[in-house]
């Protein structure tokens, strides 16, 4: 038997005209170059009504993907909107990323048009001509001096929003299974993937974000996101703030821990999110400064160290909230807040439930699976398996379907995640089986990194394995298998990387060994390698 | 261009597989006539799955209805998740409604099995004869005397239960979109009509619940619904507790105001929802009591008067949260918490923003319609129209299709309520086209009332109208036209009604009066007629 409820499909277009009447007087703060910049709702959404002019004046299609290479600013929020809501899907660039593989990235989503903030542009510019199907830079003027090249696919944001007539009327999108964003994660081995997300996955992601148990964005909270927009969306929380009403301050290039930590302080902050070296740095500072408005700081991307977030909460009254998520998964999946079954439990033990990275949200489903056999684990808080995930806004295949050995053939993610999990569904990550680094909450490929290195003609083989960092979580170590009678120093792989890699992907240290021990199918050990260097 | 999220359908069995692992020890609390029966999610979450069995056992189809006659208890709370995730439909019944209009819903939705309250038994089984399509009766002992009388058709669930093996396994309902429950409602004039939620419009309304600008439920709550659960599914607040994990303390008969005060002292309830008679009946005992645990008292189904929440506010330090809502809106649409927007008013405007029904929640769209031109009307605190509702859990029409008047012809709802709308969004109804009383939460249809009046022989015309009443919000008063020298007397009216409708629908007042006024059209002109009479 069918319900008897009305066909409203579950799109960005509910959330941004919701706010544009009932939030109007919302504040949007953005820091630039030349200072801060304060905004309201209703001004923003009459930028972003003739943004979608302009999305038409140039020609963009639908379904046509507008990238983005920018900071967390407000020009970036307009666009998170404009774009879907319009029809065309929003691709957010990592600018973290080195330039070949951005050109690689926008190359395979065949990106239109590329909005670039003015200060980031000679990051990108050097590209441009590999970016074959790109038509327009758009550049956003964020004060910075940089020069603007002399090219016809050249234009500027503000320019073409002050001579664009806003667009009046409802945005529609039909259907809510609909792409809406998509963006590239770096993850396992190989080339980057595009994640596709819907409006449905936004729309029911931004809601769960909502809820008290969650992150519980309100109308009354003013929101600070560190964690950039090219991150998954910055969690997702910009579409659930502008859901919620919530106002938001965007620290825009100051992503220096003295500068967030004042704009936390003078904007009474009340919900801020970024990964643990963001909170790192700004620990010693905080001692300084009246954040008391503060509410939550959700931590994730990476594990929260304990000492972290026990540091902050001796400092400000409240620790890191964990967060864990991927790209995959939109990133919201669980969520550490320790429930009412915790009550009664020691500060030493509540501390090891805030070290997990906790619950499942409303709507995701979170099993552990035996690798080799394939069956699923029981929740004993011991017992470890491979992390899988269910739910309406996790990856069910990357773009172009690639990476097809990250689905289960019941449709469930395959996290590359190792986790045990209690009886309450308390997650806690033990190991990893895909081989990457996360430093400061982005990814390096220890494949890539080694392939690299194995290319230097004085080299027989290289792997590269995480050592744990206060400051970056982990930072990616080089063992190094060098030609007979042949010598070569750390120096001289760093120069042979430095023309091939971001300089942050550099390893911090280059250890020469005599040989690499081996798994019986004769892969590099790095669980052995791990314990004979790191102990 | 299509997304790649998993294709995860939004189901009631999502809502009962979290819990039933999750929050495995939240308590369930149920006051029976035998006193307090106390119990947890887990034991709550197996006798669901023994449930399960035992309605495949009694053969009840896919899609069939399955209805219940009963008070706010577990067991209720069973039927709730055991009916719809075995993919049947959940029909709650309406027990304070006369016998023939019961007796005219069960039919008229064709109801296969009643699971009926042994205490609710007596006003039951008069009318079994003419339920046709019901094969069996399963009474839920609630520990009162009734007899069970002697009939093939009769089981006893304790029974069935203890019998039943558990389902194994995870419930499964391929399609959001699939019936889940249905309420019958006896808005506007003629028959009652069906409204069929679905799994989808169920688990998004009960997730809006979850946010922390709505009612905000969270795991560490503990929620008592004195709103009835035959209607609206208690406001939704049952689906939306287990979803987030909450104690829940059912009042099950006992609905007296000392009672309930008692009961949201002693388990330090948190969040609790109902009709203004309800919080009025309590409000000279607040007093008494040490209610600090409260959070939330959610009101609606009538206005709050004024004086009603400024008098839970003096009391207990929290006003009465307004909340409008409908049958056909499941029912949550809109809700009055004061916005950041209204900092700074003075209490006494801050009292009038809480009079409002507030500003529609997310997923839900409202207007004003003029209902001459059908012209959108403007929100500016001032112009009235009829308020329209557009959202996933709105209906799209009625059971087998009447009503279609309801419904505007692009699809939104016509609420029959009035209202102005402020430039926020912040809707307060003004007045109303459905000519109905609401009377303690309940409708009483005037057209109804009318027509048995008018049908003695002695009486020519006869108008209800609505009067203001203190505790009732609403009670119905006659006015009447006799034959020319035929004298009749109140009491001979009442005895007159009482053969033909609920006595609670009996007219407070019944005034004979010369003619009644009509409009150009003929009709009486109730406007007139109350202006005449109530000032
Ligand atoms: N709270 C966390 N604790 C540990 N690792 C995390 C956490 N959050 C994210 N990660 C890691 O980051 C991955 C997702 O990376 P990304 O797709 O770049 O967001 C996850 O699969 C984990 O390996």
Redesign the pocket.
């Known amino acids: 038997m069918q319900a008897l409820m009305q066909d409203r499909p579950l799109t960005i277009p509910h959330i941004f005209h919701r706010a544009e009447r009932q939030f109007q007087d919302k504040r949007i703060v953005t820091t630039t170059l030349r200072g801060e910049v304060e905004s309201t709702y209703a001004e923003w959404a009459s930028r972003v009504r003739r943004l979608a002019t302009v999305l038409d004046q140039l020609g963009v299609p639908e379904g046509a993907r507008v990238a983005t290479f920018g900071w967390n600013t407000q020009r970036h929020l307009e666009l998170y909107f404009g774009v879907p809501c319009t029809g065309r899907v929003l691709h957010t660039l990592n600018i973290r990323l080195f330039a070949e593989q951005v050109a690689y990235i926008a190359e395979h989503a065949a990106d239109d048009v590329v909005f670039v903030d003015r200060s980031l542009l000679p990051m990108l510019w050097p590209m441009a001509d590999q970016l074959t199907t790109v038509r327009y830079f758009v550049v956003l003027d964020d004060g910075a001096d940089s020069e603007i090249p002399d090219d016809p696919r050249i234009r500027d944001y503000e320019e073409l929003l002050a001579a664009a007539e806003p667009f009046r009327g409802r945005f529609e999108v039909a259907d809510e299974n609909a792409a809406a964003a998509m963006c590239y994660?770096?993850?396992t081995t190989g080339q980057p993937k595009g994640v596709v997300y819907s409006h449905r996955s936004t729309v029911l992601h931004s809601l769960v974000s909502l809820t008290v148990d969650a992150v519980g964005l309100s109308e009354r909270d003013t929101m600070l996101p560190v964690v950039p927009m090219f991150?998954?969306n910055a969690w997702g929380l910009p579409y659930a703030a502008i859901f919620a009403g919530t106002s938001i301050v965007f620290p825009g290039p100051a992503m220096k821990p003295e500068a967030l930590v004042s704009m936390l302080e003078r904007h009474r902050v009340t919900t801020t999110a970024g990964v643990p070296t963001i909170w790192m740095g700004m620990l010693p500072l905080l001692g300084d400064h009246d954040l008391s408005s503060l509410r939550v700081v959700v931590?994730?991307?990476?594990?929260?160290p304990t000492a972290l977030s026990e540091g902050w909460r001796e400092a400000i009254g409240i620790p890191i909230t964990?967060?864990?998520?991927?790209?995959?998964?939109s990133?919201l999946a669980s969520l550490?807040s320790p429930r009412s079954h915790h009550d009664g439990l020691s500060a030493e033990q509540l501390i090891e439930v805030r070290a997990t990275?906790?619950q499942a949200v409303p709507l995701v489903d979170l099993r552990i699976v035996d690798m080799d056999t394939g069956e699923e684990q029981p929740w004993d808080g011991a017992t470890p398996g491979e992390?899988q995930a269910a739910g309406p806004w996790i990856a069910s295949s990357y773009y172009g379907d690639e990476g097809r050995d990250a689905f289960t053939s019941d449709g469930w993610l395959r996290?590359?995640?190792v986790a045990t999990m209690d009886e309450h569904g308390f997650v806690r990550?033990v190991d990893?089986t895909?081989d990457?680094v996360?430093s400061g909450?982005?990814?390096i490929s220890s494949v890539e990194l080694e392939n690299h290195i194995m290319a230097h003609e004085d080299v027989v083989e290289a792997a590269v394995i995480a050592k744990p960092d206060p400051k970056w979580t982990e930072r990616p170590v080089a063992c190094v298998v060098t030609e007979e009678g042949k010598q070569l120093t750390s120096e001289q792989v760093f120069d042979h990387l430095r023309q091939r890699v971001a300089k942050w992907w550099l390893p911090d240290e280059v250890w020469f060994v005599d040989e690499l021990p081996k798994t019986s199918t004769g892969k590099f050990s790095k669980k052995t390698l791990r314990e004979q260097l790191l102990g």
């Open positions: 994660t770096s993850g991150h998954v931590g994730g991307g990476s594990a929260i964990q967060a864990w998520g991927m790209t995959e998964t990133p550490a990275q906790g992390l996290t590359g995640d990550l990893r895909k990457l996360k909450g982005e990814w």
